[in-house]
């Protein structure tokens, strides 16, 4: 039994350390931030004492906290289905192998390497809502090719603007889809295209039939992983709209909550919400990805 | 490729098809060029020809002013970046490796479901550990600075560095480990001779990744080292365009000049960056 125990016991002990800080950065300070969100801690004076779910239920009639909800929930619906057609297109059209296919791949992954922050300094210029005489950016571009009518207020228009600040968000992450796509086409054997082939399926029938239904779980990572990216996004609207109201989202209202209205608790009750959503869509998928491992 | 039984019509088709095919991924190549295209343009003009009217037309006389003026605003951020993504990534990449070997070839009982618990940590909004993490800090003495922001670095970038040197690791044969161990090594010293010295790709992955996490992290920068004098370059080029006074010309100029590093990254090793990528959807 010693001996069994030896060859484990080293291994353990090497990792625990790492295992500590995990435990305690994830989920004790997850467990402080709640026990904030339930105290009476709404001013620069740390107040940790016990007010219960006081600060939840306000949030429930405030009206900016639905109104960033609404605005997020438009801003996920477009960027998912924006970067996940962008992405399968993109993979579509380089999957059979074209030529140059490595230069395609580059440039459509690549805004990936930049943060949102310098990318957002570009996409606030090129989506400036002045109009007429003023305008620049995609507006000048619209009025120069003939296409006035194209011209808008992007970002700032009161329903849609969301959905104009998912462009920037669609235009970076799209090439993250399109990889896992391609990913995935890679990963079917080719003996399965062949079959369909030799019974005479069209090319049609051989992608509706065959290639579409293999690529299902990656369909279930993209949208996974573009899901929670989408919930969290705070980075883009700080850059986009800095802290003007009408692009208003949980992430960006937390962070006023605490650095402008030094409201802690208000503050850690978001994150809480924003944490809630966020596990909904992340934990099942860590639990199918731990049970298909172990198959 | 043409064979002589593919007649005239079905060839004009295949050709119509393909070009249809390259012209939609040229397209593509465009869409994801423009923004570039915009800056590097306005970046390069002199401040009277930023008007909007002229903002797609190509700079009459070429200038570097606007970006010597953005790299005298923004070097201190530079300085600052470097000096959290260089060291922190290095260390992520130990911390990982190690981890990584463990949880791959030297594994302990629920070795798997404490894995898994510990990668939910690379998907939380860190908004909900933030406001205990700055008082931690505080209390610590860390906040405010760039070595407390790479502590928090490296800290919730444990899962995914160890997740890739996990993966990595997996392919190493077990023979391997089992000979080196018949011959008295241990797990240290067989992760000295045998697993360390084949571990290059994926301490390569790791650093990029979190080298470019860290660079073009905003939310913790911000939240950790406020003050636009000490903190990242995403915090001064944020506080200096956020504003608006600054012309385009210089804001622009400093995207690009903040962009630059981890753009040459991923020039250089854009193979080993979409390997990260792959593993934070959890492919491998």
Not at chain 1, 80 to 97: C, D, F, H, P, S
Not at chain 2, 132 to 138: D, I, N, S
Not at chain 2, 174 to 194: C, F, H, K, P, Q
Request: glycine share 8%; net charge neutral; with cysteine.
């Amino acid at each position: 039994m010693k001996r069994v125990t030896s060859t484990w016991l080293p291994g353990l002990l090497l990792i625990s350390p790492s295992l500590i800080a995990v435990g305690i950065f994830v989920y004790g300070m997850i467990g402080w931030n709640i026990k904030v969100s339930l105290s009476n801690w709404h001013t620069v004076v740390e107040d940790n004492s016990y007010a219960g779910f006081g600060t939840y239920r306000d949030l429930m009639d405030d009206e900016r906290f639905t109104a960033a909800w609404e605005n997020l929930l438009t801003f996920t619906v477009v960027f998912i289905v924006g970067t996940m057609v962008m992405g399968l297109i993109m993979a579509l059209l380089l999957e059979k192998g074209v030529r140059a296919e490595g230069f395609f791949r580059s440039v459509y992954l690549f805004p990936m390497a930049i943060s949102f922050i310098a990318s957002g300094i570009v996409w606030r210029w090129l989506m400036n809502p002045a109009p007429g005489e003023r305008a620049s950016g995609l507006n000048v571009l619209f009025s120069k090719v003939g296409l006035d009518s194209l011209q808008n207020p992007w970002w700032q228009d009161q329903k849609w603007g969301m959905a104009a600040m998912a462009m920037p968000a669609i235009w970076q992450m799209s090439g993250y889809v399109m990889a896992l796509f391609l990913a995935g086409f890679r990963g079917i054997p080719d003996e399965l295209r062949e079959a369909a082939r030799m019974d005479g399926a069209t090319e049609g029938q051989i992608y509706r039939h065959v290639i579409f239904p293999q690529l299902r779980p990656v369909a279930l990572s993209a949208l996974i992983i573009v899901g929670h990216i989408s919930l969290k996004v705070f980075d883009l609207i700080v850059a986009v709209a800095g802290q003007q109201i009408i692009a208003d989202v949980p992430a960006v209202y937390m962070w006023q909550s605490v650095f402008e209205a030094q409201d802690y608790a208000k503050g850690a009750a978001i994150a809480t919400c924003l944490l809630l959503f966020v596990a909904v869509l992340v934990v099942p998928y860590l639990v199918y990805t731990f049970r298909q491992e172990k198959r | 490729m043409a064979t002589p039984a593919v007649t005239g019509a079905a060839r004009a088709r295949l050709i119509t098809a393909r070009t249809v095919k390259y012209l939609l991924l040229l397209s593509f190549v465009l869409v994801v060029a423009m923004p570039v295209y915009v800056l590097l343009v306005t970046s390069f003009k002199p401040l009277d020809e930023i008007d909007p009217t002229r903002a797609w037309d190509l700079p009459s006389t070429w200038t570097t002013d606007a970006w010597s003026t953005a790299y005298d605003q923004l070097k201190t951020g530079l300085g600052n970046s470097l000096m959290l993504a260089v060291p922190g990534s290095i260390i992520s990449a130990v911390l990982g490796s190690l981890n990584g070997y463990v949880l791959a070839k030297w594994r302990f009982p629920g070795a798997d479901l404490v894995f898994t618990i510990c990668l939910f940590g690379m998907f939380i909004p860190y908004q909900a550990v933030m406001i205990p993490v700055v008082k931690v800090l505080t209390e610590v003495d860390l906040y405010g600075n760039i070595w407390g922001l790479m502590m928090v670095h490296v800290i919730y970038g444990i899962p995914i560095s160890t997740l890739i040197f996990r993966n990595y690791y997996a392919s190493i044969p077990n023979e391997l480990i089992e000979s080196a161990r018949v011959d008295g090594a241990g797990m240290l010293r067989t992760y000295a001779w045998i697993v360390l010295p084949n571990s290059a790709p994926a301490f390569v992955v790791v650093i990029i990744w979190q080298f470019t996490s860290m660079w073009n992290d905003f939310l913790f920068a911000v939240f950790l080292v406020p003050s636009a004098q000490d903190s990242t370059v995403t915090v001064a080029l944020n506080n200096l365009t956020g504003a608006n006074v600054v012309p385009f010309n210089q804001q622009m100029a400093g995207a690009l000049l903040a962009s630059l590093p981890t753009l040459v990254v991923y020039i250089l090793l854009g193979r080993f960056f979409m390997r990260g990528l792959m593993a934070g959807a959890l492919k491998s």
